[in-house]
């Protein structure tokens, strides 16, 4: 993971008061491929994208102090059964452009 964004999670952790559950950090292109459908490149590849096993109304703030912390890639998945609902968080700058908010299906 890089230094920059780990810093930037601890201090949103230290925002927010509470742990944060990191349910996927870096990867490796091959696993990448197998999981997502951004393939061998992923954000997570990079050493600055994490997943946050969170729901409830602890998303809101996460999502509010996470844009204060100049995160860029912010995905909500807050749907189906409570344990498999995250917020993916990552502070690429990607050419071209990219929603800054998405939600997955």
């Not at 964004?5 to 349910?23: E, N, Q, S, Y």
């Not at 950090?25 to 600055?48: D, I, L």
């Amino acid at each position: 993971m890089r230094d920059e964004f780990m810093r930037k999670l601890v201090a949103l952790r230290d925002d927010l008061g509470v742990p944060l559950r990191v349910t996927s950090g870096f990867r490796c292109s091959t696993w990448n491929k197998n999981v997502s459908t951004t393939g061998e490149s992923g954000p997570h590849t990079t050493g600055r994208a994490v997943d946050i096993a969170i729901a409830g109304v602890e998303v809101y703030d996460l999502v509010r102090h996470a844009l204060a912390r100049e995160m860029t890639g912010i995905g909500l998945r807050q749907h189906g059964p409570w344990a498999g609902r995250f917020i993916h968080l990552d502070d690429l700058h990607i050419p071209g452009g990219r929603p800054r908010i998405w939600t997955y299906p």
